[in-house]
């Protein structure tokens, strides 16, 4: 047995048989869970209103040193939600917005003259590895020097390449704390921090426009991502954010009380007015938006003129009923976070980790009248499962 390619030889009626052993190949049996696998344990708690509840963290970043106050809500860098305009609305709430890659330097300049306190406390700057991604980064925050977060996003953060170019990116910005991924395992977590990634993106494959979990196989269940990547950040001094499958207020908490120390949605604030694109109203008099995934093929044909021919969309393009004002959105999050709070007798978002008891389940509702509510949101718009089932990418 000295070829490492042989698991044993059996003898069969005097024959020898030889079983090759696969080096490549193995199976974790330990169960990974997602949010539909999970509720969270109700527990003894002090607190009288949900109005007690503090919503807002405050984080000190291992290499920028920087200090970041916010509510730790993210709106996904894709070009159809996280708009300029998306980024007002949500400082209205403390919280904050992954500005898409698309927009030019002079749009940039614009928008920090209009909203300097914004461009400092309520957005990241994204990029990509390719060298035009970081020569706009570059150019941006050159003149733009009130942006203090840079959100550095790849689908596949396990490259070696996209590892080098967040060493690079630190050492070129040092003073910027950095939002590196997406990632889902610990040691990749890890790699990125040590790298000079302040907060990691943790998500493979989670969101509804999101299709690389069907075209290639590859993904990891969102609770059990987030509960190994953020023991392996804050151990390390680092943060994450729970990137994707995020569908509505109860998935947030379970991504909080999962270790996440911020959330990123994508599909939850769509076909708001803030989002980009009309509003299309149907032959029945429904009114939708368009949604999709920026690795759609509607994302690629628009800022590439394609898919290439080495590659398949890994993203899907969606309609999804007009929900008005972001505002409806954000206040139903939070107000569902609030009451998650009080359930286990979290004063803040901040204890919710250490309060939280996940069980599993193998049913999340009721469904006899189904999953729409014919009742009406602040600001009159219908609240229907549409409106409120979508998640991020």
Same mark, same amino acid.
């Given at each position: 047995?000295?070829?490492?390619w042989?698991?044993?030889?059996?003898?069969?009626?005097?024959?020898?048989?030889?079983?090759?052993?696969?080096?490549?190949?193995?199976?974790?049996?330990?169960?990974?869970?997602?949010?539909?696998?999970v %509720?969270?344990?109700?527990?003894?708690?002090?607190?009288?209103?949900?109005?007690?509840?503090?919503?807002?963290?405050?984080?000190v970043? !291992?290499?920028?040193?920087?200090?970041?106050r @916010?509510v730790?809500?993210?709106?996904? +860098?894709m &070009?159809?939600?996280?708009t300029?305009?998306?980024?007002?609305?949500?400082a209205?709430?403390?919280?904050?917005?992954a500005?898409?890659?698309?927009?030019?330097? &002079?749009?940039?300049?614009i928008f920090?003259?209009? =909203?300097p306190? /914004?461009?400092? +406390?309520?957005?990241?700057?994204?990029?990509?590895?390719?060298?035009?991604?970081?020569?706009k980064?570059?150019?941006?925050?050159?003149? @733009?020097?009130?942006? #203090?977060?840079?959100?550095?996003?790849?689908?596949?953060?396990?490259?070696?390449?996209?590892?080098?170019?967040?060493?690079?990116?630190?050492?070129?910005?040092?003073?910027?704390?950095?939002?590196?991924?997406n990632?889902?395992?610990?040691?990749?977590?890890?790699?990125?921090i040590?790298?000079?990634?302040?907060?990691?993106k /943790?998500?493979?494959?989670?969101?509804?426009?999101?299709?690389?979990?069907?075209?290639?196989?590859?993904?990891?269940p969102?609770?059990?991502? /987030?509960?190994?990547?953020?023991?392996?950040?804050h151990?390390?001094?680092?943060?994450?954010?729970?990137?994707?499958?995020?569908?509505?207020?109860? &998935?947030?908490?379970?991504?909080?009380?999962?270790?996440?120390?911020?959330?990123?949605?994508?599909?939850?604030?769509?076909?708001t007015?803030e989002?980009?694109g009309?509003?299309?109203?149907?032959?029945d008099?429904? #009114?939708?938006?368009?949604?999709?995934?920026m690795?759609?093929?509607?994302?690629?044909?628009?800022?590439?003129g394609?898919?290439?021919?080495y590659?398949?969309s890994?993203?899907?393009?969606?309609?999804? !009923? =007009?929900?008005?004002?972001?505002?409806?959105?954000?206040?139903?999050? %939070?107000?569902?976070?609030?009451?998650? @709070?009080? =359930?286990?007798?979290?004063?803040?978002? #901040?204890?919710?980790?250490?309060?939280?008891?996940?069980?599993?389940?193998?049913?999340?509702?009721?469904?006899?009248?189904?999953t729409?509510?014919?009742?009406?949101?602040?600001?009159?718009?219908?609240k229907?499962?549409?409106?409120?089932? &979508?998640?991020?990418?």
């Open positions: 047995l000295s070829q490492p042989l698991r044993s030889v059996a003898v069969v009626s005097g024959a020898t048989m030889l079983i090759e052993k696969s080096d490549c190949m193995r199976i974790e049996n330990d169960l990974k869970l997602d949010f539909k696998d %509720l969270i344990r109700p527990k003894r708690s002090t607190l009288k209103s949900r109005a007690e509840v503090s919503l807002e963290r405050r984080f970043m !291992k290499h920028s040193g920087q200090t970041m @916010c730790p809500v993210v709106v996904a +860098n &070009d159809t939600v996280g300029f305009e998306m980024a007002v609305a949500m209205e709430y403390g919280s904050l917005v500005i898409h890659k698309h927009y030019t330097v &002079d749009e940039w300049q920090v003259q209009k =909203y306190q /914004v461009a400092a +406390n309520n957005v990241m700057i994204s990029a990509g590895t390719g060298k035009s991604d970081l020569e980064l570059d150019a941006i925050l050159s003149v @733009c020097p009130e942006i #203090k977060t840079i959100c550095l996003d790849v689908a596949n953060g396990y490259s070696e390449f996209f590892v080098e170019t967040v060493s690079a990116v630190r050492k070129r910005w040092p003073q910027h704390t950095i939002v590196a991924g990632v889902v395992t610990n040691e990749m977590t890890e790699e990125l040590l790298k000079g990634a302040d907060i990691v /943790v998500g493979i494959g989670p969101g509804s426009v999101c299709t690389t979990r069907k075209q290639t196989g590859v993904g990891y969102q609770v059990s991502a /987030v509960i190994e990547c953020a023991d392996a950040a151990g390390l001094g680092g943060f994450v954010i729970a990137d994707g499958g995020i569908t509505c207020p109860g &998935d947030a908490a379970k991504a909080f009380g999962a270790g996440a120390d911020m959330i990123m949605v994508g599909g939850l604030v769509s076909g007015d989002s980009a009309q509003v299309i109203t149907q032959p008099g429904t #009114k939708i938006k368009l949604f999709y995934g690795s759609s093929s509607t994302a690629m044909t628009k800022h590439t394609g898919v290439a021919e590659r398949s890994e993203g899907k393009t969606v309609q999804v !009923k =007009y929900k008005g004002p972001v505002s409806n959105v954000i206040k139903d999050l %939070l107000g569902g976070l609030r009451s998650s @709070c009080t =359930y286990v007798g979290a004063l803040s978002i #901040k204890e919710v980790p250490k309060r939280t008891t996940f069980v599993r389940v193998t049913q999340q509702l009721n469904t006899v009248f189904g729409s509510d014919i009742g009406l949101v602040p600001g009159g718009a219908e229907t499962n549409s409106a409120i089932s &979508d998640s991020k990418k």
